[in-house]
């Protein structure tokens, strides 16, 4: 009964390296979302993908890029990390509008 | 101003007391969706509401669609409610959009 499963639960990076983060969710859900969470705001959406096979922009998109793999897997990837990327970073996926939202444990990147 | 506002940021209660927290939001909705977040910071759904009203033990959640006003009860508040609340919107695309949360706290 994993739900969403997101890997990396740390990271450290220094400025310019690049990483991805992943996410899988065995809930046959349609929907993937990325959002990343700063202290004193709420959680802002960076990237979504309302089904297999498409992507589109959130709030806060720059700096990100995202590929859903399949139905089950959506990564983030930061190309050249930037300390403004310090955060902690959410997926989450729902089966389209109007259903619950299931979220990942997080990951905490730290870009030094 | 923001699409979804919350009240209050900050609550400290004293186990046993009653506790409400509101939400407002600006935007047209398919849903409502109240989520916890206890510190090491996983998230979870407690509630998504379109009208009316959802219980779930001590928790209630209520909806009024015309004022575009969401409440959050705790009734019999206990320390281990100790988290932070969050408040969301659910968009058209599914996507949500969230409130900055209340923090509360429950002493013994």
């Known amino acids: 009964n994993a739900g969403v499963t997101q890997t990396p639960k740390f990271q450290v990076l220094k400025t310019g390296q690049s990483m991805t983060l992943q996410c899988a969710q065995d809930?046959?859900?349609?929907?993937m979302y990325w959002y990343r969470q700063d202290p004193g705001m709420g959680l802002r959406l960076i990237y979504y993908s309302a089904s297999e096979g498409t992507t589109d922009k959130g709030e806060v998109p720059n700096g990100y890029n995202v590929s859903r793999l399949n139905k089950r897997e959506f990564s983030l990837r930061l190309e050249s990390a930037a300390p403004s990327q310090t955060s902690v970073y959410f997926c989450?996926?729902?089966?389209?509008?109007?259903?619950?939202?299931?979220f990942g444990q997080g990951t905490r990147l730290t870009v030094v | 101003k923001n699409e979804v506002e919350q009240s209050p940021q900050n609550l400290t209660a004293q186990e046993g007391e009653f506790i409400t927290i509101n939400c407002s939001y600006s935007?047209?909705?398919?849903?409502l969706h109240w989520l916890q977040q206890h510190p090491g910071g996983g998230i979870v759904s407690l509630f998504m509401l379109s009208s009316g009203k959802k219980k779930h033990g001590r928790l209630i959640a209520t909806i009024n669609i015309q004022e575009k006003h969401s409440s959050l009860h705790i009734t019999a508040s206990h320390p281990r409610d100790s988290a932070v609340y969050i408040c969301a919107a659910g968009g058209s695309q599914g996507n949500l959009i969230f409130g900055k949360g209340t923090k509360l706290s429950v002493k013994p």
């Open positions: 989450a996926s729902s089966d389209f509008r109007g259903t619950e939202a299931f």
């Open positions: 935007v047209g909705i398919s849903a």
């Open positions: 809930m046959n859900h349609n929907s």
